[in-house]
């Protein structure tokens, strides 16, 4: 599937609440462990951003930054999600940072949570 609709809403909605438990980090993945099981598994592009709108770090294709910082989600608390447009889903934590996770591909999946692949 290529592409976020506003009705995907209701499948990642129950990121809400979920607790960073594991920030696992592959080759070609990064992926975000959420108390109680949900999973977050991201194989394109995503970013990292503070409250102010900074951007903390950047992952794409399975580059990471020098200063990797995604592992400072650990402990988080998701508060709310978004579907900002076709192509980007954006996490907030509660304390104002943002994970923001982009559909890069027509072609091949870009992201998934749980069973739910975009």
Known sequence: MYGLKAGDIQYLERLK??????VCVGKYDLQFHLHPQVRLSIQSRCELVAANGTRIDLWEDGIRSDNFRFTDLLGGIVVDVFIDNSTTLRLRFKDGRQLLVYDT????ESF???NMYV
């Not at 609440?17 to 594991?22: A, I, L, N, R, T």
């Open 17 to 22: 609440g979920g607790e960073v438990e594991q």
């Open 105 to 108: 591909s027509t072609q091949y």
């Open 112 to 114: 998934s949570v749980d």
